[in-house]
């Protein structure tokens, strides 16, 4: 079994910071806001974001697939009562000469064994595509 660690603490009314192994990422927890932090539900984002980009990072190897890159754009809808992320819709995007039978054996790959995809997909509705870079 895995186990991970953060620890998190208030730096001023402004916001935090949250620091593992050698790095920290400053935490928007400002109540007005602010652009050069992430906020919650955006970390929730970029860890489901940075689950799918480590996965096609770990089976590209084992299925022999060749990419020049890849981006992926998450776009959550938040639900007032109970608060929490009603969905969140993906769209992934690999720089490929891979056949769309392939691309879609990467989409499933990912989508299978992702520890955050499958951890917030057990908990709201997480849909998404994937697509080739024109």
């Known amino acids: 079994m895995f186990e991970y660690s953060v620890e998190a603490r208030r730096t001023d009314a402004r916001g935090s910071i949250a620091t593992t192994k050698n790095a920290t990422v400053i935490l928007d927890t400002c109540i007005e806001g602010r652009a050069d ?14 689950c799918m980009i480590k996965g096609i990072e770990r089976v590209t190897p084992m ?46 790959n990912v989508r299978k064994y992702g520890t955050i995809s499958n ?16």
């Open 63 to 108: 299925l022999g697939f060749k990419l020049r890159g890849v981006r992926v754009a998450l776009h959550a809808v938040r639900r007032d009562s109970p608060p929490g992320i009603a969905s969140i819709d993906y769209e992934l995007v690999v720089d490929t000469d891979e056949t769309d039978q392939r691309l879609e054996l990467l989409h499933k």
């Open 37 to 50: 932090a992430f906020n919650p539900a955006e970390l929730l984002l970029a860890a489901t974001a940075a």
């Open 119 to 134: 951890t917030v997909a057990a908990a709201t509705k997480l849909e998404g595509t994937i697509r080739r870079k024109p």
